[in-house]
């Protein structure tokens, strides 16, 4: 349950623009998310994926208002997608992805070895970190690696992962950019946020995706060497 008595529907789709669904699919199926009235009255819907597939299990309220989704996902860097795979082949990640009350992304995570994990429920501990549960199958891959700590047992294998309250350690995430619609030639603010530290030298970069959204070859529109959290002033060109 959402606010003022809304509801927030979740699972996955592969469907492209059609009926209820007003954003095409990433690749395959994504997290699909509609939020309704009390009533049962869409409101909007949104969708987070990569050019693979992203299966949505488990989603929850957090501390703060918002909401955590999580599931699994076989895609790389690409789309909504800012981490590739552990393995860099089409097996299965834990992926999780931070939205608002509004279905605005925050930021997304993906914990994995080089095997297959699929997570199935995600549960928010009193630190305000997250507890992951799922399914990880080391058969061919008994050592540690990845997000992996502990051995395989040469069978598939609960995995309990915990986070912090930011996911992991250390993290960036943009609020929501106002106006949604830009035109070449104006002049844009992205703000950044987040958790962690960093030093001399490090320089924050806003891009551009392609058309469909990739962020294979981005192009930079502005950047700024900070050692803190802040703003960032660019032009669409």
């Not at 009350?101 to 009193?126: H, M, P, V």
């Amino acid at each position: 349950e959402a606010d003022n008595g809304d509801f927030l529907l979740a699972g996955s789709s592969n469907s492209g623009i059609s009926g209820d669904k007003t954003q095409s699919s990433r690749g395959g199926y994504d997290y699909w998310l509609v939020k309704t009235n009390a009533t049962g009255n869409k409101l909007y819907d949104s969708r987070f994926g990569g050019s693979g597939n992203e299966f949505l299990t488990d989603v929850i309220r957090t501390s703060d208002g918002r909401f955590m989704l999580a599931g699994y996902s076989l895609s790389n860097l690409e789309g909504d997608k800012t981490q590739d795979q552990r393995d860099g082949v089409a097996r299965a990640d834990y992926w999780i992805v931070k939205i608002d009350t509004n279905c605005f992304k925050q930021y997304d995570l993906r914990f994995g070895s080089w095997a297959y994990d699929e997570c199935f429920a995600i549960e928010q501990t009193s630190d305000g970190g997250f507890l992951l549960g799922g399914y990880c199958d080391l058969t061919d891959l008994t050592d540690p690696n990845g997000d992996i700590t502990d051995h395989g047992y040469e069978e598939g294998d609960y995995c309990i992962i915990k986070t912090d309250g930011g996911g992991t350690g250390d993290y960036i995430v943009t609020p929501i950019v106002t106006p949604l619609t830009y035109w070449p030639g104006d002049s844009i603010t992205i703000r950044y946020e987040g958790s962690g530290t960093f030093s001399d030298g490090n320089v924050f970069t806003v891009q551009l995706s392609d058309e469909q959204g990739s962020f294979t070859s981005p192009l930079d529109i502005g950047s700024i060497s900070s050692k803190q959290f802040g703003e960032i002033s660019a032009i669409i060109p």
